[in-house]
Structure formats: C-alpha cells, structure tokens
C-alpha cells in the first residue's frame, strides 16, 4: 500500500472502492462509513462499518454512495474486541469498555437498540468513566420510507440492522482517548421548558413553570424547527432537535430524548455555520482521530460543497459523544504523554 | 403445554433454554419455573452435544451443570417469580454478549436474585431512589436490596486501591460534596465529566439518605483516579477549594 494512502486514511478521508480495499485488507484496525451495498462489498478485516452516504470528506460536504470514508484507528493500538450489542447487551458498553483505551460504537436508526440507548445510556453502569464515540447509521434521505440502515462487522463479513456494533480499542498506558464536541447552538432567551419523563415523543411540559404543550408553543410562536431546544449540561450545550410537529395530535418528535429535571431552551439562530464553526473549533495539536457531524448541520446549513476545517467524517443520523448527541460535531483526540 | 410456552415468551427465554417445570401457588402469589438448557442435541455417534459458550470460547457438557441455584426474578403481575436453574461450578465467562449464561433471566451461584432484576435494582439506585423505596416499587425485601447495594459498592474500591491517588484529596474534602450538589462550579472543558456532573448533580440533590449521596462522591472521585492525567487543573481547583 503507498505510503500516501495509509496517511490519509489515518487522518480519515473518503476513498474509491479499491482504493478503501487496499487500505483495508492490511488488518489495521479501522473505522468505516459508506451506502450499505457498498460496505458488503469491501474485504474481511479489522473494521467495523455503519451506513451513510452523506460525507464531510477531504474536499467538503457531500452526498456520495460510490466512494468508502475510512478513518484507521490509532496506530498505537494494542488489541481490538469486535462485540455485537442487542437491546438486552446495549446497557453493558461502558462495562465491556477497555480501562485502557476507547469504544467506537454504531448503532443502526431507527431500531429499539437506538432508542434504548438514546433514553437510558447516561445511567448505563461505567457511563462516562471511558470514552465511547461513535454514531447512528443511516441511508440516503431519498430512501427514508424503504431503505434500513445497518452496521457491518468486517471481521465477518455480517450486516447487522438491528444491533448495534461496537470495537474496543486497547491503548498503552501513554495514549489517552479524549472526545469532545464542537456544537454552534447556544441557550436562546425564549422560555424555560421542563419535561415530566424522559422520551423522544413529548405532549405535556412546563413552560417557565407554567403547564402546556411544546406542539401548542411551536406553532403558536412560529418556532424555526431547525433550531434545536438546547439544555445547559454543566457548561456543555446538549441539543435535541425536532424531527416533527403533529398539529392534530399537538405532538412532538424529537431525534434525541429530552430528560426531567433539566431546563430547555430554544437556540437561537446561528447565521453561517461554517464560519461559527470555526470560531467554535478548539485546536486539535494533532488532528481528529475520529469524527462525525449531524446529517441536520449538512442539511440546515448547506454543507455540500462547503468544508469544516480539517475535520471530516460522516454526517449521521446521531452522534455519539458518551450519549446520543444531536445537531453535534464529535470528535476523538490522542494525548501522547 | 401452553402455560410453558406463554411464561417462556413472557421471560424472554431463548432458544438454549426451555421451561422443565413450573408451579404456581395462588395462595401465596409465587410463582416457580425450573429452566433447563434446551433438549441436547446429538451429534456424531449419539454423543450430548455441549453448550458452546460464545464468551468465552468453552464447550461444556451438560452433565457438568452441577450447582442448582434458585433467584428472585421481577414479578409477574402479583405474583412473586423464582427462577431455578442448573449452572457449571467453575462459571469462568466474563462476557456478557454469546455467553448462554449471562441471560436477564438466570443469575450467578450466591446472587438473591436474577442479573435482569440486579440491573433493575441498580439502575434504580444510580437514579437516586433509596433501597425502602425500590422495595415498594419491586415488591422485595430490604435484606435482598441491600445485599445488591453492598455487594455493589464494594466491588468499587477494590478497583480504587489499584489507582494512584496521592494527589487526589480523599472523600471528606469539601469540594466534592460542593461539586456535587451544585454549591460551587468548577471549570472544566473535560466533555465527560460535564455530562458525569450534570446526571450527578440531580440525583445527588434527590437521594433521600446520606448513603447514597456518599455514593455518589465515591462515584465522582473515581472518575477523577480514573482520568487523572486530563484534570491537572480541575485537580488544583479542588485541591485550592476551601
């Protein structure tokens, strides 16, 4: 394999079929993103998959289902486990956890192994004590209504569409994983929302204090649903985003779960992505050694076309930053101490 | 027959196990099923095939499933579930996923009760509820939940004493209690332990007894051990906070 190659695809980048083969075939223990049809065609080895046609590559944003995004794992990796998680394993991720290392994890859309862990992953024995990255798989938006998402465990050869799909990565003692989020959106100044239960589905809350419906106050006020309710997370803004409004049923759904005892607020508009963007990004020492943004940031702020510094990726159905994140960049870096 | 196959969909029994026996005792509201591995399958020369362990890689022949255990499962309706089982003695997998013993259903050699129901009560008490309260919701004893909550906690410090923690002021430092409840907000741009403070802060302010929001501290000062070599400054507030 040219040297030229194996470098970019440690930086992560998209790449023809064949090239994503010759990179692949190695064994080097890799992260992959591509249309599903393309996935089951590359080579067994170390990697895992998840479906998604939508990129932040190399040249910018793009919508692609001829081309394979590959990110090779650190190169200081130790060992490598390939689990497979169904909706009674889903709870044990963190457990299962290297105590050296990180978890890369994907989780097919849509599935009740999503959702389970969209509710419940911040209460998951081990949550937060070791890094899990990763993202929700997905499908060409023209597909939505027919096509499934799934993961793929290259070392098998196996598509899975109800599982979720993890690699654990060991690392030495003087590799540390770090996952942080880049997210544009800010608390706006609109009303307090409080929401009874956690969920993804929301009839009845409080709106500073006072008792109503998120669906009644969206329409009422004319709410831009591409804003995002945003929740202040000990200085870290955690969006959830709106999939829909159901006016008859006064409903709403949302991509991620809102959860009690936390206060809500609607962003407020951000203008140019890209350029809030690159006065939100931290500096990255030595690179991305993973990332993923949100399919809605590629679709709101008409990413094709357009780059995000030297940060690329998939842009996903969700992304996992510890817990199912939304409208989000999430990244990993290496400390080298 | 049927009463088999209902509670067997009711348990979420897979394919490696079947329902033996069940009882069921109106006057009491229990409920008894003895689970068996599913019939064995024969193989070359009529030999018991052995039930492979996807965990851990072992073939174990049936006849070494010697310790006969009995846990407490959630309740079906009202009534109270015992679940029975035979396990091998030398249970070694530590895998979760593949391992035909590691089911919500069964539980381990000296466990009151079944992991489905231990995960249940954990999860619970990570929520903040207090053991007296989880008896109500799940209709057990106090004994049963505290032996899950000690035998919980004490799993946590063993794995303390392995990590250097000279640094680290021990529990009884006031920052942790303050970080913990809200009182004082340290800065950190560490994502982690921004979302570990924020789910930690709302049930440390609604745990109803000290035990568990001592819990909760030994919680917090774990993840610091743990990521110590990313909190150099977080570590200095807190060493620095009166």
Known sequence: ?337 | MRDKELISSVLGLDDKWQIQDLSVNAKQQRLDVILVPSAPRMSFFFQEKPIDCGGCGRSIPSRLLTHAAQWRHHNLGTFHTYIQAALPQDMQCERSVGCPFDKPYLGTIGQPVTHGLRRTIIGLLNEGLSSSKICRVLDLDLQTVWSIEQGNAAAEPEKEESLEDADLPDLGHPGWRAMASGDWHLKTKLLSLSLLLSRLRSQFNHADNDDLRQRKLHELRQFFLKNKALLSTEIEQLNNYK
């Open chain 1, 1 to 337: 394999m040219s040297t030229s190659l194996f470098d970019q695809a440690s930086r992560g980048r998209l790449f023809t079929l064949d090239e994503a083969c010759e990179i692949l075939s190695p064994g080097r223990p890799a992260a992959v993103a591509a249309d599903k049809a393309l996935l089951q065609k590359l080579p067994k080895g170390c990697w895992i998959g998840g479906s998604i046609p939508y990129f932040m590559a190399q040249d910018g944003g793009q919508v692609c289902q001829d081309r394979v995004f590959v990110q090779l794992m650190p190169e200081e990796v130790l060992s490598v486990r390939i689990q497979s998680y169904g909706l009674d394993e889903i709870h044990r991720i963190a457990v299962d956890g290297p105590e050296q290392g990180f978890s890369v994890l994907l989780i097919p859309h849509n599935t009740e192994v999503h959702h389970a862990y969209a509710r419940n992953a911040p209460n998951y024995e081990q949550m937060y004590m070791k890094p899990i990255i990763g993202w929700i798989t997905g499908c060409h938006l023209d597909e939505l209504a027919t096509g499934k998402s799934g993961v793929l465990n290259g070392e098998t050869g196996q598509l899975v569409e109800e599982a979720a799909l993890a690699m654990h990565i060991d690392l030495p003692a003087n590799c540390i994983a770090e996952i942080g989020i880049v997210n544009i959106f800010e608390q706006g100044s609109g009303p307090v929302f409080h929401f009874p239960q956690a969920g993804m589905h929301v009839d009845d809350c409080r709106i500073d204090g006072v008792e109503g419906r998120l669906a009644d106050y969206v329409i009422d006020n004319n709410i831009d649903i591409q804003l995002p309710l945003v929740a202040d997370c000990y200085g870290v803004m955690v969006n959830v985003s709106i999939a829909a409004v159901d006016q008859e049923k006064r409903t709403v759904d949302l991509y991620a779960p809102v959860f009690p005892d936390t206060e809500y607020r609607f962003a407020d508009p951000v203008g140019d992505y890209v350029s809030g963007f690159q006065k939100a990004l931290p500096e990255l020492p030595g690179g991305s050694q993973f990332s993923c943004n949100c399919i809605l940031n590629y679709l709101y702020s008409e990413l094709e076309g357009k780059k995000t510094e030297e940060i690329t990726g998939p842009m996903t159905f969700g992304e996992i930053g510890y817990q199912l994140l939304n409208q989000t960049l999430v990244y990993m870096t290496i400390h080298r101490l």
